[in-house]
């Protein structure tokens, strides 16, 4: 994979190359396929795209071993189940989509499928607020619910310039641990997820938690943290939500959708 050049992203080229399809798309696929689709429509409409970067990506049901993520060219409004591509752990791209996608999507995505067996879908974003957390020596502090929801659960990764190298990948794969959320230090944020609704729905809380303690800083006045068992307390009691909420916030998203942007289906 190249590693010089100016940000042209199309000229990085993935490790792989094409290779046929074994079979055709399953129900399983297919279903798969629209809600990463609608994740992308959702992005959009919550103002956390980037252009026409970024990339969620989401494992495909079965033996094969293949994500599917974005193709680099289309905005996330654009995005439906159709234009999703499908690659492999070797970064080869499966099927005859006429799309590449970012190489760099593929460094981050295919590090953490490769090695997290729990990773249904990975969501990686460059929003205001994960942007400015990123740069915050601190981090994500436990000032409100929604941030202790992840207290013990994020890790930090360092920045190393855009991630185009697979040696990068080894680092990537420590930093993030089995926690369910990372801040890419002076770049973004991302979260993993059982599930696309899992993923969103935890990216949801992490945006939400980072814009509400930026505008708590901003004030210059004190900030007031729970005592560590309230925090505990807490965190333990998102766990034990997650454990049975069957990603009930994700229905009320794609009902959203269906009367807005139904067009992510196609």
């Not at 949801?204 to 505008?215: E, G, S």
Request: aromatic letters at 8%.
């Amino acid at each position: 994979m190249a590693t010089t050049g100016a940000a042209d992203f199309t000229t990085f080229d993935l490790p792989g190359g094409h290779v046929p399809d074994t079979g055709p798309i399953t129900e399983a696929e297919r279903a798969v396929r629209r809600d990463l689709a609608a994740a992308y429509r959702l992005c959009a409409l919550f103002g956390w795209d980037d252009l026409i970067y970024t990339h969620i990506s989401a494992r495909v049901p079965g033996p094969g071993h293949h994500f599917l993520v974005n193709p680099l060219g289309l905005g996330f409004d654009e995005i439906t189940a159709s234009s999703l591509v499908k690659i492999d752990m070797a970064g080869n791209v499966i099927g005859d989509s006429p799309y590449r996608p970012n190489a760099a999507g593929f460094v981050i995505h295919g590090a953490i499928h490769g090695s997290r067996a729990d990773a249904g879908c990975v969501m990686h974003l460059h929003t205001e607020a994960g942007m400015a957390l990123s740069i915050l020596e601190e981090g994500l502090l436990p000032l409100t619910q929604h941030a202790m929801r992840f207290h013990g659960r994020i890790g930090c990764h360092d920045y190393e310039g855009i991630a185009l190298t697979m040696d990068e990948q080894r680092r990537f794969i420590a930093d993030l641990g089995e926690n369910a959320a990372l801040i890419l230090r002076n770049h973004g944020t991302l979260t993993v997820g059982r599930s696309v609704g899992h993923a969103f729905t935890e990216m949801f809380y992490l945006d939400k938690a980072a814009r509400t303690q930026l505008m708590a800083q901003a004030t210059g006045r004190p900030l007031r943290v729970p005592g560590a068992d309230i925090v505990e307390l807490t965190v333990q009691q998102w766990l034990d939500d997650l454990g049975v909420s069957g990603d009930r916030e994700w229905p009320s998203l794609i009902r959203k959708l269906d009367r807005t942007d139904p067009g992510y289906k196609d």
